[in-house]
Nanobody
Framework: QVQLVESGGGLVQAGGSLRLSCAAS????????MAWFRQAPGKERDFVAG???????TSVDSGKGRFTISRDNAKNTMYLQTNSLKPEDTAVYYC????????????????WGQGTQVTVSS
């Protein structure tokens, strides 16, 4: 079992930055693939970025050039650095985990956090 807890969300003006964190419990963190998703009201949950277990492979979909995903296996924590935020980035951001490859399909992931709200004002 893996438990995930996100933090770092908040209200920010357009052009600002936030660093989201996802803390994981358990001793298997270093062996699992991690990902960030986001969901705006009335919309589907979209893939944002993913990172392999050793951090050697990353994939960024939403916010290309503005978002950076990373992880610190010694701290059991994954991060999403979001820069140059836009109002359309407003959503609840979720972290997710599973073994295997990075995938953009949310149904592939077995473990989810509760989400952290990011609101970007214009």
């Amino acid at each position: 079992q893996v438990q995930l807890v996100e933090s770092g969300g908040g209200l920010v003006q357009a052009g600002g930055s936030l660093r989201l964190s996802c803390a994981a419990s358990g001793r298997t963190f270093s062996s699992i693939t991690m990902a960030w998703f986001r969901q705006a009201p009335g919309k589907e949950r979209d893939f944002v970025a993913g990172i392999t277990s050793n951090g050697g492979g990353t994939s960024v979909d939403s916010g290309k050039g503005r978002f950076t995903i990373s992880r610190d296996n010694a701290k059991n924590t994954m991060y999403l650095q979001t820069n140059s935020l836009k109002p359309e980035d407003t959503a609840v951001y979720y972290c997710a985990a599973n073994r295997g490859y990075i995938r953009s399909d949310p149904t592939y992931y077995n473990y989810w956090g509760q989400g952290t709200q990011v609101t970007v004002s214009s």
